[in-house]
């Protein structure tokens, strides 16, 4: 499996093994339309995706990934590294930066992040906006509500794992035919095309910077569209949580009876694992094939 080198809030990576089996075998075209970071449409036996989110920002750096030959990105990267004084420990000797405890390295790359971010906030472009990630916090990509970047700097740096990462990920996404979209899921244009429908909505009943906006009525026309899909024959897999930090999500648990429930993770607060607890966390696939 193939994993972002943005660590994408709500992101599937984990999961990932015990997903992607799940999916059927025999579609043409893949939509995700709730792509996030694109790793799961991207990890898919399919050749054809449509990858679609609300969020443009991590639409056009996929996009940037898809468009700009390998090196470039990687020469814009080192670039940015040298203009802004940050850390780059890949192509230093071993105990050149000393990595302070619970600090890394965010002492040496205080100032540049700061800077960077702040050209960023006035001029965004998507190499700025990828070494932020790279050096923010946990390689987080958050905006405030004036849509500026805001995560602070972060302990590493470009890493040579996550360089690795970034290859990986750009040449898989380079390899794969993807139309990427900007919608709103009950934009009808998404429903047009492709033959496999996978959903990874923000949660109902968990926190993620994205979670505050979606609502009840989100959650019932999310159903709706299901259902029409379902209506027309249309394959489609949706991921969810079932109960988590004590909520239950009973819209779900009532809509899903129509449906094949997998179970994919249990989270276990709980040390008796026999014993129901909705402290412990259900993730699930629900499918109608
Ligand atoms: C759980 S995340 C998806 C994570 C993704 N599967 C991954 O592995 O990276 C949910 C996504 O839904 C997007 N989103 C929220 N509301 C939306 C809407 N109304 N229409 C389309 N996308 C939306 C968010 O921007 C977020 O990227």
């Known amino acids: 499996m193939v994993v972002s080198p943005l660590n994408y809030s709500g992101n599937k990576a984990k999961i990932l093994k015990h997903i992607i089996p799940l999916f059927p075998k025999d579609t043409k075209i893949f939509a995700d339309i709730f ?4 790793i799961v449409g991207l990890n898919s036996s399919n050749q054809k995706l449509i990858l679609n989110d609300k969020e443009y920002r991590i639409l056009e750096l996929l996009n940037y990934f898809k468009t700009n030959k390998l090196e470039n990105i990687l020469s814009d990267v080192a670039h940015l590294i040298q203009v802004y004084n ?16 619970n600090e890394g390295l965010s002492r040496y790359n205080k100032v540049g992040f700061f800077n960077l971010r702040q050209a960023y906030n006035e001029q965004p472009n998507n190499v700025k906006l990828f070494v932020l990630i790279i050096y923010g916090f946990n390689h987080y990509l958050r905006f405030n509500s004036k849509n500026l970047f805001n995560v602070p700097v972060g302990k590493m740096d470009f890493t040579q794992s996550l360089y690795l990462k970034t290859i990986e990920f750009v040449k898989l996404l380079q390899e794969k035919d993807i139309e990427f979209l900007n919608l709103d899921f009950r934009n009808e244009k998404l429903y047009q095309n492709a033959d496999f429908f996978y959903f990874d909505p923000p949660y109902l009943i968990t926190n993620a910077p994205y979670n505050v906006s979606w609502s009840e009525k989100d959650e019932d026309d999310l159903y709706e569209i299901l259902d029409f899909l379902n209506e027309k024959k249309l394959k489609f897999a949706l991921s969810n949580v079932m109960y988590s930090n004590g909520k239950i999500n009973k819209r779900l648990e009532k809509w899903s009876k129509k449906y094949q429930l997998c179970e994919i ?8 694992y026999r014993r129901k607890n909705l402290s412990d966390t259900l993730e699930v696939l629900i499918k109608n094939y």
């Open 35 to 38: 792509c996030g970071s694109g």
């Open 265 to 272: 993770q249990r989270q276990y607060t709980n040390a008796n």
């Open 86 to 101: 940050l850390t780059d420990s890949r192509n230093k000797p071993k105990g050149y930066y000393k990595v302070y405890a």
